[in-house]
């Protein structure tokens, strides 16, 4: 009987936790940050694009400012394609990344090391020749201040040796113009691909979430 009344509360903490941790997560994805912001200066077209899960956030390859294809390399693709104009980068966890193309492909102790912080992290960059705007992707413009502060937050997300970017061996690839990058940082229950994404913009002075672990949480505050 003990170790019923124990067991049951446990349950108990577990859902209240749950409960508590959801609620939380929601309520702080609706207030916005930087949400009168003016740029004065709209110099620069990025964007942020969603898969329904996933954000990404979308540079131009090359501008007066920096050079992106010096580090993110075209060869690394499998189509090593030299004509993209953008690339598309996403942080997030390595196991999830690289062993679960699919739900279907999910293995527990994958979703135990990521919940948990345990595991380490990957970038994933995807290049594109052209974006159009819609619900999914859409267009911000952003002074040159606020895209070198946005440079030096997504540098610093990748693990470098010697300034050079270091390329995952892997065939677990997504198409023929992606490729995975070594990342810093660990992905956790409080600290997903999206709160990267939503700290990328809070670090380029752009309107963001307070804090979200979702894409809607930064969608929501871009919607017309």
């Not at 196991?95 to 102790?109: I, M, Q, R, V």
């Amino acid at each position: 009987m003990k170790i019923i009344k124990k067991l049951l509360k446990y349950i108990v903490i577990f859902i209240l936790s749950l409960v508590t941790y959801l609620l939380i997560v929601t309520l702080l994805s609706f207030v916005s940050v930087n949400e009168d912001l003016v740029e004065n200066q709209q110099e620069i077209s990025i964007y942020i694009l969603t898969n329904g899960v996933h954000t990404d956030i979308v540079l131009p390859i090359k501008n007066e400012h920096h050079d992106w294809s010096n580090q993110l390399k075209f060869e690394h693709t499998k189509s090593k394609d030299t004509t993209y104009q953008y690339a598309a980068l996403g942080w997030g966890d390595k196991g999830f990344y690289l062993e679960t193309p699919t739900w279907a492909d999910l293995k527990a102790s994958t979703a135990i090391k990521a919940a948990s912080g345990l595991s380490t992290s990957a970038m994933h960059v995807t290049f594109y020749k052209d974006l159009k705007e819609s619900n999914s992707c859409k267009k911000l413009q952003i002074s040159s201040d606020n895209y070198k502060k946005l440079i030096l937050f997504i540098n610093e997300s990748f693990q470098t040796k010697s300034g050079e970017f270091l390329k995952i061996e892997t065939e677990a690839v997504y198409g023929k113009h992606d490729v995975f990058y070594e990342a810093n940082g660990s992905y956790s229950l409080f600290y997903t691909c999206n709160s990267w994404a939503n700290q990328a913009l809070k670090a380029a002075n752009q309107k963001a979430a307070l804090w979200t672990i979702s894409d809607s949480g930064i969608f929501r505050h871009y919607e017309k």
